[in-house]
T-cell receptor, first 115, second 114 residues
Framework: AQSVSQHNHHVILSEAASLELGCNYS??????LFWYVQYPGQHLQLLLK??????LVKGIKGFEAEFIKSKFSFNLRKPSVQWSDTAEYFC?????????????FGTGTRLQVFP | EAQVTQNPRYLITVTGKKLTVTCSQN?????MSWYRQDPGLGLRQIYY???????DKGDVPEGYKVSRKEKRNFPLILESPSPNQTSLYFC?????????????FGPGTRLLVL
């Protein structure tokens, strides 16, 4: 069965610091990859997604992620975080040839940004 | 406004007392899904539905039932809730289950089973 790992459970940064959150998945075939964000007290929102084409994907609010197939990774990055980026971030994977209709989520990374 | 709504938003109940959490979307989406979110475990899919009258189990379906009699509604039923079902529940929908289709999430229902 496929799995998604987010090794950083809790990240604390100061404003203007650079951010990289790790996401690794276990399936070697075709994958669709997603990053969702959950601001405090709110529902999940899609940050960005990759399903084909340029492996460097740009999302909303200055976030980007890079799909590296050889490393089974889809790390989320932002060059300069803001206090408003404080949230929980979830990586998710769909493997259309394995289980077509399901999204598998990672356990999440809680980001705290201090002014 | 395009949205996914859930009711109730907060619920405290006792073991064994049947409950239903409603989910409704006004975007004519075919795909709908229920997740539970627990600390350290992230989101896990309970059930999903590709269309009316088509439902399937997710990763953690035990203790839950769903129905999809109409396109817009996808209620989650706990016939006999137990304390291990205390969780935060999210409903989601998308036009279809394709990677280019964004999933829209509801606001969540926080359930406490005593």
């Amino acid at each position: 069965a496929q799995s998604v790992s987010q090794h950083n459970h809790h990240v604390i940064l100061s404003e203007a610091a650079s951010l990289e959150l790790g996401c690794n998945y276990s399936y070697g075939g075709t994958v669709n990859l997603f990053w969702y964000v959950q601001y405090p007290g709110q529902h999940l929102q899609l940050l960005l997604k990759y399903f084909s084409g340029d492996p460097l994907v740009k999302g909303i609010k200055g976030f980007e992620a890079e799909f590296i197939k050889s490393k089974f990774s889809f790390n989320l990055r932002k060059p300069s975080v803001q206090w408003s980026d404080t949230a929980e971030y979830f990586c998710a994977v769909n493997a259309p040839l394995l289980n077509t209709d399901k999204l598998i989520f990672g356990t999440g990374t809680r980001l705290q940004v201090f002014p | 406004e395009a949205q996914v709504t859930q009711n109730p938003r907060y619920l405290i109940t006792v073991t064994g007392k049947k409950l239903t959490v409603t989910c409704s979307q006004n975007m004519n989406h075919e795909y709908m899904s229920w997740y539970r979110q627990d600390p350290g475990l992230g989101l896990r899919q309970i059930y999903y539905s590709m269309n009316v009258e088509v439902t399937d189990k997710g990763d953690v379906p035990e203790g839950y039932k769903v129905s999809r009699k109409e396109k817009r509604n996808f209620p989650l039923i706990l016939e006999s809730p137990s304390p291990n079902q205390t969780s935060l529940y999210f409903c989601a929908s998308s036009l279809a289950f394709l990677p280019q289709e964004t999933q829209y999430f509801g606001p969540g229902t926080r359930l406490l089973v005593l």
